[in-house]
T-cell receptor, first 116, second 114 residues
Framework: AQTVTQSQPEMSVQEAETVTLSCTYD???????LFWYKQPPSRQMILVIR??????QNATENRFSVNFQKAAKSFSLKISDSQLGDAAMYFC?????????????FGKGITLSVRP | DAGVTQSPTHLIKTRGQHVTLRCSPI?????VSWYQQVLGQGPQFIFQ???????GRGNFPDRFSARQFPNYSSELNVNALLLGDSALYLC?????????????FGPGTRLLVL
């Protein structure tokens, strides 16, 4: 079974600084997808960024980028120029290749606070 | 376009009761998934439906059931409620267009079982 591990329960960053959130996963599949979701206090889960396992190039979405290390099964999220609105819980999620069951497997999440 | 909507937003029930949660997917999305999120944890997969058929089921007891209607909306039913069923129930929809299928989440229904 696939597992996703987020070992840091909480992190804090100064506004305008950069922070990296860690995630590791375990799978025997060779083709899969990885996601970072953000859940602010309003609780709506929002997709931040996604990565296909077969792509070596790291995904980037504006201030958000990932460091995908397939051999190490590591998928960290870097937030640059942190803003107060980035404060939220962040979940790393795994999905095997689209097919009969494309369920997401989530980590426990990390609470990010942003200091003004 | 409207996002995924869920109703009700909050619900209080007592042990042994039954509850029905509802979800309307994004227009054009044919797949709906349900997740349970206990406080302080990541969401856990319960069900996925596509074109009214169950496509996947997580490790939940038979007290949990779901269905999808012709308009692709969905209901999650939980019978014989237990205190441990207290959680945020999230619905997610996707267009199921192959490899880049992405699930979009609704705001959730907060269920409290007393």
């Amino acid at each position: 079974a696939q597992t996703v591990t987020q070992s840091q329960p909480e992190m804090s960053v100064q506004e305008a600084e950069t922070v990296t959130l860690s995630c590791t996963y375990d799978t025997s599949e060779s083709d899969y997808y990885l996601f970072w979701y953000k859940q602010p206090p309003s609780r709506q889960m929002i997709l931040v960024i996604r990565q296909e396992a077969y792509k070596q190039q790291n995904a980037t979405e504006n201030r958000f980028s990932v460091n995908f290390q397939k051999a190490a099964k590591s998928f960290s999220l870097k937030i640059s120029d942190s803003q107060l609105g980035d404060a939220a819980m962040y979940f790393c999620a795994y999905r095997r290749d689209a097919g009969a069951n494309s369920k997401l497997t989530f980590g426990k999440g990390i609470t990010l606070s942003v200091r003004p | 376009d409207a996002g995924v909507t869920q109703s009700p937003t909050h619900l209080i029930k007592t042990r042994g009761q039954h509850v029905t949660l509802r979800c309307s997917p994004i227009s054009g999305h044919k797949s709906v998934s349900w997740y349970q999120q206990v406080l302080g944890q990541g969401p856990q997969f319960i069900f996925q439906y596509y074109e009214k058929e169950e496509r996947g089921r997580g490790n939940f007891p038979d007290r949990f059931s779901a269905r999808q209607f012709p308009n692709y909306s969905s209901e999650l039913n939980v019978n014989a409620l237990l205190l441990g069923d207290s959680a945020l129930y999230l619905c997610a929809s996707s267009s199921d267009r192959g490899r880049w299928e992405t699930q979009y989440f609704g705001p959730g229904t907060r269920l409290l079982v007393l």
